[in-house]
């Protein structure tokens, strides 16, 4: 399993890029996964609903389950990501982080404005759809999910 972290400002269009990026991906035969970053006060499950009753109640894990789909609710004391990428993505070809800039993890930077974070986060590479001042040595992609997913079969996936 292969792990990258797109990030960027709010607004820049990470979530766009990366719903562009995956069907690329997937037709050239990756299984990929996802991994949102979201603040402590974002509530994933719904209050008042059974799923979130049942952990208010101390249930260690809740398993939402139907014919289609699947979640599971648990509450951790800040277990290492590293730990649930292991234990619920291991058997993916590639997991996408969107967020989580602080991680160790490669990171490609799509880029709106402002002042980009490349140069002061490592990255691996801009995606931007104009120019951008980025230190040297760092590729400045434009947002065509086939030029990135080349660029992530030559850099990261094949490795």
């Known amino acids: 399993m292969k792990v990258l972290a797109v990030i960027g400002h709010k607004g820049s269009g990470k979530t766009t890029f990366i719903c562009r990026l995956?069907?690329?991906?997937?037709a050239r035969g990756y299984r990929v996964g996802t991994v949102k970053h979201v603040g402590p006060e974002v509530e994933p499950d719904t209050p008042g609903k059974d799923t979130f009753r049942h952990r208010e109640a101390g249930a260690a894990r809740v398993l939402l389950y139907s014919q289609?789909?699947?979640?599971?609710f648990w509450e951790h004391p800040g277990d290492p990501l590293e730990e649930y990428l292991a234990r619920y993505?291991?058997?993916l070809d590639l997991v996408i982080l969107e967020g989580f800039k602080g991680s160790a993890f490669p990171k490609i930077e799509v880029y709106r404005s402002g002042e980009p974070?490349?140069?002061r986060i490592p990255v691996?590479?801009?995606i931007a759809d104009r120019p951008a001042r980025v230190?040297?040595?760092?590729p400045l992609l434009?947002?065509?999910?086939?030029l990135v997913a080349d660029?992530?079969?030559?850099e990261l996936l094949a490795a």
């Not at 289609?68 to 599971?72: E, P």
């Not at 660029?151 to 030559?154: D, M, Q, R, T, V």
């Open 124 to 126: 691996l590479a801009v």
């Open 142 to 146: 434009p947002p065509d999910p086939e």
């Open 117 to 119: 974070l490349a140069g």
């Open 89 to 91: 993505m291991g058997d």
């Open 151 to 154: 660029f992530l079969e030559a």
């Open 22 to 26: 995956i069907p690329v991906l997937r």
């Open 68 to 72: 289609r789909l699947g979640a599971l």
């Open 135 to 138: 230190p040297d040595g760092i």
